[in-house]
Structure formats: C-alpha cells, structure tokens
Nanobody
Framework: QVQLVQSGGGLVQPGGSLKLSCAAS??????????IGWFRQAPGKRREPVSC????????IYADSVKGRFIMSRANADNTVTLQLNILEPEDAAVYYCATADSGYECYDDLSSTSIHEYDYWGQGTQVTVSS
C-alpha cells in the first residue's frame, strides 16, 4: 500500500519558520518521477494549493500568497519532498497536505486553476499554527 507520510509542523510565532516533510513508503513510489503538490486547508475553507513541482525539469510554482516566503524542494536520495515555511503569518495557519500527481502532470502557472482531483495519493496532513 502506498502512503505519503508527513512530518513537521507545529506552533510558531508570527515571523517564524517551520519545515514540512513528505516521504513515500510502501510500494515503489519514487517521488522523483511524480509531480508533487503541497496544499493547505484552514477551518471552514476549501483546500487550496500552495506549491507544485513537476517531474519534468523540476519547475516549481508557488501560490501568490506564499511566493518569496515558502520554498519547496526534493530530496531524491531520501525519496522526500519538503516545504520550508518562512516569515509565517497568522493567515498561513492550516492543515498542510502533500500529494502526488501523475508523472505527466504539469503544474499550472496559476495554481488557482488546480483541482485536488488531479492528485492521486495524499499525506495524512500536518497542522501549522501561527500565533503569538
């Protein structure tokens, strides 16, 4: 059974940083060959895309709300994808999810066009709380 296992998250003060990780386990799921997305969902809101990395050329797209503050990267040797959250704001508080899309998937230039149904496997979610 394929699983995406997330770690990281927690409570941080505004302006602080956190690092989220997403690792594949179970049957062969080499994240290097999949497009990966990070999403977040705040209470009462829809799940929204935060960042996306394609497997072709490693192009990374960020939502405007996090551009310049969040950094997504792959650690292929560990079969892991990470999301570094910097300069966190209270509005960033949410449950964050990683997810995989088909190897042929191309990230939208405008992530608001993303549908969660385009993604196949999802992590369990990890809470990020930003509060003083």
């Amino acid at each position: 059974q394929v699983q995406l296992v997330q770690s990281g998250g927690g409570l941080v003060q505004p302006g602080g940083s956190l690092k989220l990780s997403c690792a594949a386990s179970g049957l062969s799921l080499d994240l290097e060959y999949y497009a990966i997305g990070w999403f977040r969902q705040a209470p009462g809101k829809r799940r929204e895309p935060v960042s996306c990395i394609s497997n072709k050329g490693g192009r990374i797209i960020y939502a405007d709300s996090v551009k310049g503050r969040f950094i997504m990267s792959r650690a292929n040797a560990d079969n892991t994808v990470t999301l570094q959250l910097n300069i966190l704001e209270p509005e960033d508080a949410a449950v964050y999810y990683c997810a995989t899309a088909d190897s042929g998937y191309e990230c939208y230039d405008d992530l608001s066009s993303t549908s969660i149904h385009e993604y196949d496997y999802w992590g369990q979610g990890t809470q990020v709380t930003v509060s003083s």
